[in-house]
T-cell receptor, first 110, second 116 residues
Framework: GIQVEQSPPDLILQEGANSTLRCNFSDSVNNLQWFHQNPWGQLINLFYIPSGTKQNGRLSATTVATERYSLLYISSSQTTDSGVYFCAVEQGAGTDKLIFGTGTRLQVFP | GAVVSQHPSRVICKSGTSVKIECRSLDFQATTMFWYRQFPKQSLMLMATSNEGSKATYEQGVEKDKFLINHASLTLSTLTVTSAHPEDSSFYIC????????????FGPGTRLTVT
């Protein structure tokens, strides 16, 4: 099956710093989503981005489907950005199943 | 955005008993619901996919007789962990996807199950 790897696995930042999280996938995909899992376990939808670039406030994401990777940019990080960031891909039309990546654990300190 | 709820948020049960977890889509009709399991500091693992009115499709290695899934309506799916054992202790998360035109999955807040 498809492999979804994220890097780095852990990231520690001081408030105000910028960061880039990467998601590599081993096969072509129909759908890619980025999520933030907060310390209480809730997954929050960040982006639905099978291709192209999107921005939402301090966050932006880019997916280059032909090269099988996606990037999540966090600018001016805040302590509330702490948590685990997952990318998840849907492979094959009509499957609907999301395969989650390995995750990046982000800690932002004041 | 679309809202998905889960109940209970936390449950402790004795070994050998059964536990039911509910997943509801509050403001949209979910044609498909998914159940995931997450162990501490690990990623989410898909357990099964359920479509309203039909039998659930289980992922390889997931015991369908142990994890009973019912998707009785377009807004409700239930997961019943039967004859629970301590190794079933985990964080269970559901997600829901709407009809065509709604491409994203939306996730519930999760249920932490502890089996003693």
């Amino acid at each position: 099956g498809i492999q979804v790897e994220q890097s780095p696995p852990d990231l520690i930042l001081q408030e105000g710093a910028n960061s880039t999280l990467r998601c590599n996938f081993s096969d072509s995909v129909n759908n890619l989503q980025w999520f933030h899992q907060n310390p209480w376990g809730q997954l929050i939808n960040l982006f639905y981005i099978p291709s192209g670039t999107k921005q939402n406030g301090r966050l932006s994401a880019t997916t280059v489907a032909t090269e099988r990777y996606s990037l999540l940019y966090i600018s001016s990080s805040q302590t509330t950005d702490s948590g685990v960031y997952f990318c998840a891909v849907e492979q094959g039309a009509g499957t609907d199943k999301l395969i989650f990546g390995t995750g990046t654990r982000l800690q932002v300190f004041p | 955005g679309a809202v998905v709820s889960q109940h209970p948020s936390r449950v402790i049960c004795k070994s050998g008993t059964s536990v039911k977890i509910e997943c509801r889509s509050l403001d949209f009709q979910a044609t498909t619901m998914f159940w995931y399991r997450q162990f501490p500091k690990q990623s989410l693992m898909l357990m099964a996919t359920s479509n309203e009115g039909s039998k659930a499709t289980y992922e390889q290695g997931v015991e369908k007789d142990k994890f009973l899934i019912n998707h009785a309506s377009l807004t409700l799916s239930t997961l019943t962990v039967t004859s629970a054992h301590p190794e079933d202790s985990s964080f269970y998360i559901c997600s829901a996807k709407g009809a065509s035109g709604l491409y994203e999955q939306y996730f519930g807040p999760g249920t932490r199950l502890t089996v003693t």
